[in-house]
């Protein structure tokens, strides 16, 4: 039972990233299918590892969506965690964060129960004030995080972090304050110099 709801929880994320990278995808289909055929199975793995610490990511299960739309289990886990990358972004949830994460991909009320989601790699940046943004505006609050952990459910509201909507990324802060979907973001092992740097492009623009 506990395998066919991770199964369905994956496969709910995984198709509304999917849908929001279309249009991305789209711009340069050509270069994105290459891309895709480019990276093999075992090559996915260990991008989707890369997210998690080693002693998560050993017995963590590993998922991939098909480019038809079916999700395939590439690894099956027994630690309650599940590595994947999705778009560009490569992520490693245990039960809880993929709960409260599959509820915001269908506007849902998110569980209160505390998640872990570790994103040791980085990402390439989200709206910090847009749960449904999927680029860059002139007025989203656009941040690119170096590597971290969210900490989903109530427990991440208690923590005192700061909600401005322009963070420092390289801090913990709440992504999403204010809305059913806020988090906390706690940038680990030296966040990447990315992380400023971005946010200093952005305040010149």
């Known amino acids: 039972m506990r395998s066919s709801r991770t199964n ?11 849908s929001a990278a279309a249009a991305q995808e789209k711009a340069a289909p050509m270069k994105s299918h290459m891309q895709k055929a480019e990276v093999s199975d075992a090559q996915y793995t260990a991008q989707a590892l890369s997210a998690a610490p080693k002693s998560i990511a050993k017995d963590a299960s590993v998922v991939r969506m098909d480019e038809d739309g079916k999700m395939r289990t590439l690894r099956e886990g027994k630690n309650g965690f599940t590595c994947m ?3 560009t972004n490569k992520m490693c949830n245990d039960a809880n964060s993929m709960d409260f994460f599959g509820a915001m991909m269908k506007g849902e009320s998110p569980t209160d129960k505390l998640g872990i989601s570790y994103m ?3 990402d390439e940046g989200a709206s910090n004030t847009d749960p449904k943004a999927t680029k860059k505006t002139a007025d989203n609050h656009w941040v690119v995080t170096g590597p971290h952990i969210m900490v989903t459910g109530a427990t991440s509201k208690s923590l005192g972090y700061t909600e401005a909507a322009d963070p420092d990324p390289t801090q913990p802060f709440m992504m999403w304050a204010g809305t059913p979907y806020e988090h906390a973001m706690v940038p680990v092992a030296g966040s990447k110099p990315m992380a400023k740097t971005a946010m200093a492009e952005s305040d010149k623009k």
């Open 120 to 122: 040791l790699a980085g």
């Open 85 to 87: 990358v999705m778009a």
């Open 8 to 18: 369905l929880l994956v496969a709910v994320l995984l198709l509304a990233v999917t």
